[in-house]
């Protein structure tokens, strides 16, 4: 039997997984609905993610134009690759990540465009928002957790590209990984990729955190203990070369304070101060305005 991108020779077919289950399956991939889809089968739920739709090129471009105008490596984009080269991609970090003990979903089915991966259970972005009211403690370990895992992420030379709560799940009391389609280590060095990770994660972190500097500064202590020096230190030329426009975004916040811009002033305020950056004149309330 074959689908329109695949045969069931490609299937990793778990032995729970009915005949009927597979044919489901390769109905939903031939039908190739949405770009995510859940697919509820008799054993439990899985994921097929799709590639080939279109991405924000401008963006991309205008991301590259950045990085060789400020001539900052880590502001470019990750290769831009075809469906076929993005399907292998995340299947090969994701094979990485596993071969060096971090818990990933598993890939039970690939084609030209598509994977099909098991069903990881909830994402910490989800248990967050169960224990913001119901366990404000836990709430807060567990943001300190993702900081802790990613940079025990990074302390085993590896790099996640896109580190968000909602690409992060449990398993076994450890954090899990998902969602491979970055590879900034293949346009920047690695321990830059890996300190843009860190900025990248605590522009969440700086948001969620419920006891404020008191549960970041325990979760920037926990990635210190594990990352490497060389990310410690790529760390300080980022928010330093960032810290420059605090002031300058927080003047624009005053016309029109988005989302993305708060994450933006928080995270770098804070990482500019542990890293102990010198901030310029005017930027010492950067993001304290809402």
């Known amino acids: 039997m074959q689908g329109r991108d695949g045969t069931l020779k490609d299937f990793a077919i778990p032995p729970q997984v009915t005949p009927a289950d597979v044919e489901r399956l390769l109905a939903v991939l031939a039908r190739g609905a949405r770009r995510i889809e859940r697919v509820e089968l008799s054993s439990g739920a899985v994921w097929i993610k799709r590639y080939g ?64 991966l098991s069903d990881a259970g909830s994402t910490v972005s989800m248990r967050l928002a169960a224990l913001r009211t119901s366990d404000p403690v836990a709430h807060e370990d567990l943001l300190v957790a993702c900081a802790a895992d ?23 009391g450890r954090i899990g990984f998902m969602d491979f389609e970055e590879e900034p280590e ?69 016309m029109h304070m988005g989302s993305d811009l708060r994450r933006f002033l928080a995270a770098t305020r804070y990482l500019s101060r542990v890293c102990e950056i010198p901030r310029p004149a005017g930027a010492s309330k950067a993001g304290k305005d809402d």
């Open 53 to 116: 739709r279109k991405r924000a090129l401008v963006g991309m471009r205008a991301q590259n134009a950045l990085a060789r105008l400020f001539r900052q490596p880590f502001l470019r984009a990750s290769p831009r690759l075809a469906p076929s080269a993005m399907v292998g991609r995340e299947i090969r970090r994701i094979a990485l990540f596993r071969e060096r003990g971090l818990p990933v979903p598993h890939v039970l089915y690939r084609s030209a465009g598509a994977v099909v």
């Open 150 to 172: 990613l940079g025990a992420l990074h302390g085993k030379g590896l790099c996640h590209g896109r580190p968000h709560p909602r690409d992060f799940f449990l398993e076994n």
């Open 186 to 254: 293949a346009v920047m060095p690695l321990a830059m990729a890996q300190a843009r990770d860190l900025w990248l994660l605590f522009l969440q972190l700086t948001q969620r955190a419920l006891e404020g500097d008191a549960t970041l500064d325990r979760a920037f202590a926990a990635w210190e203990t594990a990352a490497p020096a060389a990310a410690r230190r790529e760390l300080g030329a980022l928010v330093g070369f960032l810290g420059k426009f605090l002031s300058l975004t927080r003047l624009i916040g005053r």
